[in-house]
C-alpha cells in the first residue's frame, strides 16, 4: 500500500507595500541628518526669510543684494574688516567648541570678552610710548587671555565646587564684565581719558603704537595680524582636540563624567580648564578689539561679539572647519550689514535677524531629524 500524498506547502505570503512617501524619507533621511545639509537647509531658509525683510522695507531686492555684497567685498577696506569681524568671531567660538566638548555650555563670551578687552587697554595704555611692537603687543593680547580665562575660571570653580550650573554663572558674568566697562571708561580715576571739552568721548586714551596689533597684507586693508592668529588657534585646537590625551579625555568627560571619575580621570579639572580656555580664547578676541582701529576701549566695544560668537560655535556643532567657516560667514554679513543700511535704506538690524533665523532653523532641523530617526 503506497503511503499518502504529503500535503503541498503554503505560498509565501507576498511582501507587504511599502509606503512611497516611507521609502523616500528612509532614503532622505540619512542626507538630511548631515550636517553640511543641515547647514545648506537653514541657510537656504534664512535667504529667504531674508528676502521677505528687504520687501518689507520696501527696497528693491537687487539693489540690497549689490549693497550687501559691496559692503563685504567690494573694496579692501571692507574685506580686511570682513576679517577682523570674523577673527574675533572664531575665537569665542573655538573656546565655545573646547568647553562644549568637556559637557559645558559657556554663554558667557560677552563678559570674558569684556575682561580681556579692559585688562588689555588698562596694560596698553600704561606702557611707554616708545615700547617695541615686539614687546608691547604680546603684553596687551596676554592681559586679554589671562583676564577672559580668570573671568570664566570663577564661573568653572563655582560648578566644581559648589555644583552651580555654568549656564547660570557664565550669564550673570556677562552683565557684571559689561559693567566694569562702562565704569571704568565714565571714571578719570581709572581709564577713562582725560576731559579737554565737552566733546571728549567716554573712553580710553588710544594705546600707543607698540602696543597696536600689525597689519597685514595692503596698507589699503584694516586685517590686521589676530586673523592668522585666530586661524592658528583653530587649527591648533582641532588638532588637540582629536589627536591627543586631553581632547580624549575632554570628550570622556563630556559624554558621562561619572563614568570618568570611575575612571580616574580628574573631571573638575578638566571641565574648570575647558571653561578657562574658553574664557582666555574670548578674552584674546576681547584684546584685539581694543589693539585694532580706534585702539580704545570704549563702552559698548563689544558690539554683542560674545553673543554672536555663541551663536557661531552652536551652528558649527562641535567642528573647527565648521568655526571657521561659519565666522567667515557672519564677519562677512556683519560688514555687509553695515553698507546694507548705509545704500539701500535696509536696516543693519535685518543681518541680526537673519544671523538668528539661522540659529533657529538649524535648532529645528536637528531636533526633527533626531526624532525621526527615534521613530525609525
Not at 80 to 90: K, R
Not at 195 to 209: F, G, I, K, N
Not at 220 to 248: D, K, M, Q
Amino acid at each position: 500500500m503506497s503511503p499518502p500524498p504529503l500535503p503541498l506547502s503554503a505560498p509565501a505570503p507576498a511582501p507587504a507595500p511599502v509606503h512611497p512617501l516611507r521609502t523616500a524619507r528612509t532614503r532622505v533621511g540619512p542626507v538630511l541628518r548631515h550636517p553640511v545639509a543641515v547647514g545648506l537647509l537653514a541657510v537656504v531658509l534664512a535667504g529667504a526669510a531674508g528676502l521677505g525683510l528687504v520687501k518689507g522695507a520696501g527696497t528693491d531686492p537687487a539693489v540690497a543684494w549689490d549693497a550687501l555684497v559691496e559692503g563685504m567685498f567690494g573694496s579692501p577696506y571692507a574685506v580686511g574688516s570682513s576679517l577682523n569681524s570674523a577673527a574675533v568671531l572664531a575665537l569665542i567660538a573655538t573656546g565655545f567648541t573646547v568647553a562644549h566638548r568637556a559637557g559645558l555650555v559657556n554663554v558667557g563670551g560677552e563678559g570674558q570678552l569684556c575682561a580681556g578687552g579692559l585688562a588689555a587697554a588698562a596694560v596698553g595704555v600704561a606702557l611707554p610710548a616708545g615700547v617695541p611692537a615686539a614687546l608691547g603687543v604680546p603684553l596687551v593680547l596676554v592681559a586679554g587671555c589671562v583676564a577672559g580665562g580668570a573671568w570664566a575660571g570663577i564661573a568653572g570653580w563655582l560648578r566644581a565646587k559648589r555644583g552651580t550650573s555654568e549656564v547660570i554663572t557664565t550669564l550673570l558674568l556677562n552683565f557684571i564684565g559689561v559693567g566694569l566697562v562702562s565704569v571704568a571708561v565714565h571714571e578719570e580715576a581709572l581709564l577713562r581719558q582725560p576731559v579737554t571739552s565737552s566733546e571728549t568721548l567716554p573712553q580710553s586714551a588710544p594705546l600707543p603704537e607698540g602696543a597696536r596689533l600689525p597689519l597685514i597684507g595692503s596698507m589699503e586693508s584694516p586685517a590686521t595680524a589676530i586673523v592668522v592668529v585666530a586661524a592658528v588657534a583653530a587649527l591648533v585646537t582641532g588638532v588637540v582636540l582629536r589627536h591627543t590625551a586631553v581632547g580624549l579625555r575632554l570628550r570622556s568627560v563630556g559624554h558621562s563624567p561619572a563614568a570618568s571619575a570611575r575612571l580616574g580621570l580628574p573631571v573638575a579639572r578638566l571641565e574648570t580648564g575647558g571653561l578657562a580656555f574658553a574664557g582666555a580664547a574670548a578674552g584674546l578676541a576681547g584684546a584685539a578689539l581694543v589693539a585694532i582701529a580706534p585702539y580704545v576701549l570704549a563702552e559698548h566695544f563689544s558690539s554683542g561679539y560674545g553673543f554672536s560668537g555663541l551663536v557661531v560655535g552652536l551652528l558649527a556643532r562641535g567642528s573647527l572647519t565648521a568655526v571657521v567657516a561659519v565666522s567667515l560667514l557672519f564677519g562677512f554679513l556683519t560688514n555687509g550689514g553695515i553698507n546694507l543700511q548705509l545704500a539701500a535704506g535696509v536696516p543693519a538690524s535685518s543681518v541680526q535677524i537673519v544671523q538668528s533665523l539661522l540659529v533657529l532653523f538649524v535648532a529645528a532641523a536637528m531636533f526633527g531629524t533626531t526624532r525621526n530617526g527615534r521613530a525609525s
